[in-house]
């Protein structure tokens, strides 16, 4: 089992259908942030399975994957300073109360 | 004395039983995530989450970015993401409600997401091999520092202006909030 692609990328499936589902669902603006950072993971893991068994893909899909993390690690900042910056001016970390443009 | 390929008795080999417990820790964690009433707890649950893929990361052969994932993830991510919490959490805010009003439908959407996912994977025949292969980090490195070397200085810009953009972002206001009063 652990020697075949596509458990790994099943798994992956599985990891970033969770994540929509948080995105989607959850009313708490960090909460959507985490469940951003377990898609980012599942895309992670994606690579990282294909990097480990396809050959031509070896080192490539690590380099990958490490420039993901960066890269998220950049995005993780930015949002959570915008939800802090946000709750200090609507008092609320509940998205669906961010209705001002509505009126 | 090195332990076998394989558990003794039970004859199924130990990478075998560690990608099962390390995926179903996964999913399960994941599930705790987005499910959870008090966000502290999904905070914790997306700890245990991070570890376990680490761990996959490592099952994979890959034991740079299984060590990255615990820093950068496990040691920075998650604690920003616990700190954030801390700060926008009142006791009065509203803990009754977890979910938006269209939370079924979002259940339905992500569940054709994944089935779609897996039947896509489980239809396809990938051009690969039966066997993994272990990335050396050496390997890793000159590809970096080599041919990946300007996404590389490119991810450091951006991790700066992130930094500044982020504190500038998140900085009190003084100056204006009391012009607002007034």
Not at chain 2, 48 to 71: E, H, K, M, R, W
Request: neutral net charge; hydrophobic residues 60%.
């Amino acid at each position: 089992m652990s020697n075949s692609l596509d458990s790994y990328l099943v798994l992956s499936g599985l990891l970033f259908a969770i994540g929509t589902f948080g995105f989607l669902a959850r009313r708490n603006a960090i909460s959507m942030l985490m469940s951003i950072e377990l898609m980012i993971n599942a895309v992670n893991l994606t690579i990282l399975a294909f990097g480990a068994f396809v050959p031509p893909l070896n080192g490539h899909a690590a380099v990958i994957a490490l420039l993901v993390i960066a890269v998220a690690a950049a995005e993780a900042t930015v949002g959570l300073a915008i939800v802090v910056a946000i709750y200090r001016n609507r008092k609320t970390p509940l998205v669906d109360e961010y209705d001002s443009m509505k009126d | 004395m090195p332990i076998g390929d394989s558990i003794p008795l039970l004859g199924i080999r130990w990478d075998d039983i560690l990608f099962v417990v390390l995926a179903a820790t996964l999913l399960v964690s994941a599930l705790l995530v987005v499910t959870l009433r008090d966000i502290i707890r999904c905070g914790l649950a997306l700890i245990v989450s991070f570890a376990s893929l680490a761990g996959i990361y490592a099952l994979l052969g890959d034991p740079l970015v299984a060590a990255t994932q615990v820093l950068v993830y496990i040691g920075a991510i998650s604690i920003l993401i616990l700190f954030a919490i801390m700060m926008t959490q009142t006791k009065d805010a509203p803990t009754r409600l977890v979910f938006q009003t269209q939370v079924w439908i979002a259940a339905g959407a992500s569940a054709v997401i994944g089935v779609v996912i897996a039947a896509t994977v489980l239809a396809t025949t990938w051009p690969a091999g039966g066997q993994r292969l272990w990335t050396a980090t050496a390997d890793v490195a000159h590809l970096l520092f080599r041919d990946y070397v300007l996404p590389f200085e490119v991810v450091s810009v951006l991790l700066t202006a992130a930094v500044v953009g982020a504190v500038y972002l998140a900085r009190r206001e003084p100056s204006r909030r009391e012009e607002d009063r007034s």
